[in-house]
């Protein structure tokens, strides 16, 4: 059993930063591939960063160039760095893993995630 926790959450101004961290249970530099997802009300949940124990990093097009997703070994943690955040960002953001070294098909959909965080909410006013 893999429990996660993300926290960072919070409320700022568009244009501003917010960095997640996502701790988990287990070492999940190995093994795991680890995926964040976000939704908003009334939206289906929407993948945007994933990264597996090669270390390679996935985005979705909406976050490219502005979310960056890293590994902090030494803390069993995964964070999820957020720059120029605009209001289309705000979202309950979670953290989820899958038990796999790498990430299986498109981790972006989620589909092959065994274990999900209960989620830290993030907004983002004009």
């Known amino acids: 059993q893999v429990q996660l926790v993300e926290s960072g959450g919070g409320s700022v101004q568009a244009g501003g930063s917010l960095r997640l961290s996502c701790g988990a249970s287990?070492?999940?530099?190995?093994?795991?591939?680890v995926a964040w997802f976000r939704q908003a009300p009334g939206k289906e949940r929407e993948g945007v960063a994933a990264?597996?124990?090669?270390?390679?990093?996935v985005y979705s097009d909406s976050v490219k160039g502005r979310f960056t997703i890293s590994q902090d070994n030494a803390e069993n943690t995964v964070h999820l760095q957020m720059s120029s955040l605009q209001p289309e960002d705000t979202a309950t953001y979670y953290c989820?893993?899958?038990?796999?070294?790498?990430?299986?098909?498109?981790?972006?959909?989620?589909?092959?995630?065994?274990?999900w965080g209960r989620g830290t909410l993030v907004t983002i006013s004009s």
């Open positions: 989820a893993v899958e038990d796999l070294p790498l990430c299986s098909g498109d981790p972006l959909r989620g589909w092959g995630m065994n274990y």
């Open positions: 287990v070492d999940i530099s190995k093994n795991y591939c």
């Open positions: 990264i597996d124990s090669d270390g390679s990093p």
